[in-house]
């Protein structure tokens, strides 16, 4: 319990064998995920450039219990979720070895409508922000992919510099999504690159190399190495 809210939260962490003050980042999966599936595996990957790599199960998680604060009917971008990221953070804090001027945020599909929403909801807590096959919507009447999805009104508050890639064949997300969040984000001169990757589909940009190696050159370029 803090804040008068109750946590249930269970998640991974794996740490570089480098010593010293650590950057991080926070892996958020996507619906019917959890943290031993999707966040495992990019903290394998993640891990080898010195990362501190977290994760932790949201509302949307499949395969094991969801855990508090939140219910199964708030997916994605609700506050329940960035409620949890936010604790996240105060993990990361505790550590004692993790620098915390240089965390950011990645995730996929749902996991990256969690992602924009937390980096919305707390634009000073992260250095670069980076996601596959998410997006937002218009506004919470027009919704393209569900209630889970975070909407313009919510991406206006982002400030940390954020690279998005997706699918041109994305038949869950649609690209459209991504496009709106790139827009909001060139309008209110946030530093962004969106890439559209010709014939790929929803998952198939979530685990790429090539977008793997783009979020590191980005995150190099944002001072998070």
Same mark, same amino acid.
Request: contains cysteine; charged residues 15%; neutral net charge.
């Given at each position: 319990?803090?804040?008068?809210?109750?946590? /249930?939260?269970?998640?991974? #962490?794996?740490?570089?064998?480098?010593?010293g003050?650590?950057?991080?980042?926070?892996?958020? %999966?996507?619906?019917?995920?959890?943290?031993d599936?999707?966040?495992?595996?990019?903290?394998?990957?993640?891990?080898?450039?010195?990362?501190?790599?977290?994760?932790?199960?949201?509302? %949307?998680?499949?395969?094991?219990?969801?855990?508090?604060?939140?219910?199964?009917?708030?997916?994605?971008?609700?506050?329940?979720?960035?409620?949890?990221? $936010?604790?996240?953070?105060?993990?990361?804090?505790?550590?004692?070895?993790?620098?915390?001027t240089?965390?950011? #945020?990645?995730?996929?599909?749902?996991?990256?409508?969690?992602? *924009?929403?937390?980096?919305?909801? %707390?634009?000073?807590?992260?250095?670069?922000?980076?996601?596959?096959?998410?997006?937002?919507v218009? /506004?919470?009447?027009?919704?393209? *992919?569900?209630?889970?999805?975070?909407?313009?009104?919510?991406?206006?508050?982002? $400030?940390?510099?954020?690279?998005?890639?997706h699918? !041109? $064949? !994305?038949?869950?997300?649609?690209?459209?999504?991504? =496009?709106?969040?790139?827009?909001?984000?060139?309008?209110?001169?946030?530093?962004? =690159?969106?890439?559209?990757?010709?014939?790929?589909? %929803?998952d198939?940009?979530?685990?790429?190399?090539?977008?793997?190696? $783009?979020?590191?050159?980005?995150?190099?370029?944002?001072?998070?190495?």
């Open positions: 319990m803090a804040g008068g809210i109750s946590y /249930d939260m269970q998640g991974i #962490l794996v740490k570089p064998a480098a010593g003050s650590l950057p991080a980042v926070i892996i958020s %999966h996507g619906v019917g995920s959890n943290v599936r999707y966040p495992r595996s990019i903290a394998r990957v993640m891990v080898g450039w010195g990362l501190v790599c977290i994760a932790t199960n949201y509302t %949307h998680a499949g395969g094991v219990p969801i855990g508090s604060p939140g219910s199964a009917s708030e997916p994605g971008a609700s506050s329940a979720n960035v409620q949890r990221v $936010r604790k996240v953070v105060d993990i990361l804090r505790a550590l004692g070895y993790v620098d915390m240089r965390v950011a #945020l990645h995730g996929h599909s749902f996991g990256a409508f969690v992602t *924009t929403a937390a980096a919305a909801m %707390h634009p000073d807590l992260f250095r670069a922000v980076s996601h596959t096959a998410g997006g937002i218009p /506004d919470p009447l027009t919704n393209l *992919t569900g209630s889970a999805a975070p909407t313009a009104v919510q991406a206006a508050a982002i $400030r940390a510099p954020y690279q998005i890639h699918g !041109d $064949r !994305d038949l869950v997300v649609p690209l459209v999504a991504d =496009e709106l969040f790139a827009s909001a984000l060139q309008l209110r001169g946030i530093g962004h =690159e969106l890439f559209v990757y010709p014939g790929a589909g %929803h198939d940009v979530s685990t790429d190399a090539t977008v793997l190696g $783009r979020v590191r050159e980005w995150y190099a370029g944002h001072g998070m190495f």
